[in-house]
């Protein structure tokens, strides 16, 4: 993997870096010695949260602001070294209901950060997280950043846009751009408050609370679930390897996990959770069934990176996280 050791003494912006993933990615540039200014606009609904930066907030700018305001995105870009883009609405859910407001953020709100680069910073390494999403039904298995765009979500529909536009402004006005589609990321500093984001925080939030984990059918369908602190090195990573300018890659573990066994694991760590079957609801399109594993290989040979967190590991961090810390996210 890429040596984090290159960040020190680099200015680095993060849009969205009060949520689980840029906090995380935040925690790891400090360590590095980075400069790093964190923006997030903390929307109630949304995974913001200041407790997430609670234990590096002397050793950040931290910036309440939203992305949609392009002449604040400006300042921010201005002398940024890297630009890393986690700013968005992240509820694909949502997006279905409310398709406007995934549109002002997800695509206008990235739109302000392109064209606030290209007037101000043209030389700043710009990450880009996309999704799974994009893929929508799964045609085979691992998937591979070549798989036909079956998109289910507007959310999906959005961040396929997202990704366009980040290579555009690459093409066209020769900014630096990398995207990263994401798989099923889970871990600490998530928000719990509803279940419209990772399932496996959901879990989690509901084996603590002794409430029953339902599954429908018998939970055959496969995930690649990564754990947040591997998606946080692999985003580090795109952001330091040559040569992926303008690129896309999956950013998952390459296993699949059926989602039975992860609910096993929840229960497993957390003793007396019940597990119940339920047949399927009669409306499956919005309950995602096919399987879904990532083909992580492009990435690995552009940066060398690889996930280190088992799922076993992954959800018992997670646990005991929340254990320490509920009543800063319920």
């Given amino acids: 993997m890429n040596d984090l050791s290159y960040f020190s003494d680099s200015r680095v912006l993060i849009t969205g870096g009060a949520g689980m993933i840029g906090s995380t990615t935040a925690r790891l540039l400090v360590e590095q ?13 949304f995974g913001g949260n200041r407790f997430n930066l609670q234990d590096i907030f002397d050793r950040i700018v931290f910036v309440k602001g939203d992305i949609r305001n392009l002449e604040r995105v400006k300042e921010w870009v201005d002398g940024a070294d890297y630009v890393f883009n986690l ?28 064209l606030a680069l290209s007037q101000i910073n043209r030389r700043a390494k710009v990450v880009f997280t996309s999704s799974r999403f994009v893929y929508g039904t799964i045609d085979y298995n691992p998937v591979d950043e070549s798989h036909p ?13 997202g990704e366009k536009y980040y290579r555009f402004y690459h093409d066209a006005h020769g900014l630096d751009t990398v995207s990263l589609r994401i798989a099923n990321p889970y871990g600490p500093r998530q928000q719990m408050k509803h279940s419209k984001y990772g399932i496996v925080n959901w879990f989690i939030r509901l084996a603590l609370e002794g409430k029953p984990l339902t599954v429908f059918g018998e939970g055959r369908q496969q995930r690649d679930y990564i754990f947040v602190e591997d998606v946080a090195e692999g985003i580090l990573s795109a952001a330091l390897a040559p040569g992926t300018a303008g690129q896309v890659y999956n950013l998952g573990t390459g296993v699949g996990t059926p989602f039975i066994d992860m609910v096993r694991l929840v229960g497993e760590t957390i003793p007396g959770t019940d597990i119940q079957h339920l047949p399927w609801p009669q409306d499956r399109y ?42 800063q996210y319920w």
């Fill in 33 to 45: 010695g980075a400069e790093v200014t964190v923006v997030d606009a903390l929307l109630p609904a």
């Fill in 87 to 114: 700013a968005a609405q992240v509820s694909y859910v949502d997006s279905n209901h409310d398709p406007l407001l995934d549109l002002d953020i997800n695509c206008r709100g990235h739109i302000n950060l392109l």
């Fill in 149 to 161: 765009f079956n998109c289910l979500s507007i959310y999906g529909i959005h961040k396929l846009a």
């Fill in 286 to 327: 919005f309950v995602e069934t096919g399987d879904f594993i990532a083909d992580i290989s492009k990435l690995q040979a552009a940066t060398g990176w690889a996930p280190q967190i088992s799922l076993r590991e992954g959800i018992e961090k997670t646990v005991d996280y929340y254990r320490q810390h509920r009543k």
